[in-house]
C-alpha cells in the first residue's frame, strides 16, 4: 500500500475502532446500570399513599358510580372527553403505584405485599382501559376491586387504619 494512501486511511480506521469501542462500552454499561439500579424511597410509606395513591384512588372513585344526595339521585361517570382523560390519567397513578409498592427499600416481605401490590397494578390496569373505552360498568368494577386489594392490604398491615377515621 502507497503511503500516501495508508495516511488517508488511518485516521478512519482509528475512528472505526473508537466508534466500537464506545458502542461496546455503551451497551455494557447500560447492562451495568440496570444490574445495579438505586432507587429512591425517601419517602414514607404513609406520604406515598397519602400524596400518590390516595389522590389516584379517589380520582377514581369520585367518577365511577351513582350517588343519591340533595340534588337526587345521580351518576357520577364523566360527561366529557377531559373528564375520561383525567380517570385514565388517575387508573395510570394507581398501575405505578403498585409498581411503587414492589420496590426494593418498599417492600414490606415477597409475600402477600407483592401480591398486593400486583393486585392494585391489574386493578388500574383494568380501570384505564374501562375509562379508554368509557365502559362503565367495567370502571364500577375496577373501583371495586382497587377497594378490596387495600381493604385486604390495609387488614394485613395496617389493621388500626380504620381508627384513623373515626371520630370522638
Same mark, same amino acid.
Given at each position: 500500500?502507497?503511503?500516501?494512501?495508508?495516511?488517508?486511511?488511518? $485516521?478512519?480506521?482509528?475512528?472505526?475502532?473508537?466508534? /466500537? @469501542?464506545?458502542?461496546?462500552?455503551?451497551?455494557?454499561?447500560?447492562?451495568?446500570?440496570? @444490574?445495579?439500579?438505586?432507587?429512591?424511597?425517601?419517602?414514607?410509606?404513609?406520604?406515598?399513599?397519602?400524596?400518590?395513591?390516595?389522590?389516584?384512588?379517589?380520582?377514581?372513585?369520585?367518577?365511577?358510580?351513582?350517588?343519591?344526595?340533595?340534588?337526587?339521585?345521580?351518576?357520577?361517570? $364523566?360527561?366529557?372527553?377531559?373528564?375520561?382523560?383525567?380517570?385514565?390519567?388517575? &387508573?395510570?397513578?394507581?398501575?405505578?403505584?403498585?409498581?411503587?409498592?414492589?420496590? $426494593?427499600?418498599?417492600?414490606?416481605?415477597?409475600?402477600?405485599?407483592?401480591?398486593?401490590?400486583? /393486585?392494585?397494578?391489574?386493578?388500574?390496569?383494568?380501570?384505564? &382501559? @374501562?375509562?379508554?373505552?368509557?365502559?362503565?360498568?367495567?370502571?364500577?368494577?375496577?373501583? @371495586?376491586?382497587?377497594?378490596?386489594?387495600?381493604?385486604?392490604?390495609?387488614?394485613?398491615?395496617?389493621?388500626?387504619?380504620?381508627?384513623?377515621?373515626?371520630?370522638?
Amino acid at each position: 500500500m502507497h503511503f500516501k494512501t495508508m495516511r488517508a486511511f488511518l $485516521p478512519l480506521f482509528g475512528f472505526g475502532l473508537l466508534l /466500537g @469501542a464506545c458502542s461496546e462500552s455503551v451497551d455494557g454499561g447500560a447492562a451495568q446500570v440496570s @444490574a445495579e439500579a438505586n432507587y429512591d424511597t425517601t419517602l414514607t410509606m404513609q406520604e406515598l399513599m397519602l400524596h400518590v395513591l390516595e389522590p389516584a384512588a379517589d380520582g377514581l372513585w369520585s367518577t365511577a358510580g351513582w350517588v343519591e344526595d340533595s340534588d337526587g339521585y345521580r351518576e357520577l361517570y $364523566p360527561t366529557t372527553d377531559e373528564g375520561w382523560e383525567h380517570v385514565v390519567a388517575s &387508573a395510570a397513578m394507581v398501575v405505578e403505584s403498585g409498581n411503587l409498592l414492589t420496590l $426494593p427499600g418498599r417492600a414490606l416481605d415477597n409475600d402477600a405485599w407483592m401480591i398486593y401490590s400486583e /393486585g392494585l397494578t391489574q386493578a388500574g390496569f383494568r380501570a384505564m &382501559a @374501562a375509562a379508554a373505552t368509557r365502559n362503565k360498568e367495567d370502571l364500577f368494577q375496577a373501583g @371495586a376491586d382497587i377497594y378490596s386489594v387495600c381493604s385486604a392490604c390495609h387488614q394485613t398491615y395496617d389493621p388500626e387504619i380504620n381508627s384513623r377515621f373515626t371520630s370522638d
